[in-house]
């Protein structure tokens, strides 16, 4: 199974107390299993398509904070 790969976030900032509802778009999304912001996980998300998963921020560190998608391996 090919990687998943983020190319966007829509908004591309939110609260480090999460609550944003946030779209991301990317490549290779189905069998998505975690989405992270930073060290903060979440399994609450919808992966709407292969290119586009629709998920609502945890709470993370504040600052800037790498965006990943994991799939099942």
């Known amino acids: 199974m090919a990687l998943p790969t983020v190319t966007s976030l829509s908004p591309a900032t939110g609260s480090y107390a999460g609550g944003t509802a946030v779209q991301i778009t990317g490549t290779n999304f189905t069998g998505t299993t975690l989405v992270s912001f ?3 996980d979440t399994t609450a ?6 290119t ?3 998920v609502v921020s945890p709470g993370h560190d504040a600052g800037a904070v790498t965006v990943t998608v994991t799939n099942a391996t």
């Open 45 to 50: 998300f919808t992966v709407v398509s292969s």
């Open 52 to 54: 586009v998963i629709v």
């Open 38 to 40: 930073g060290t903060s």
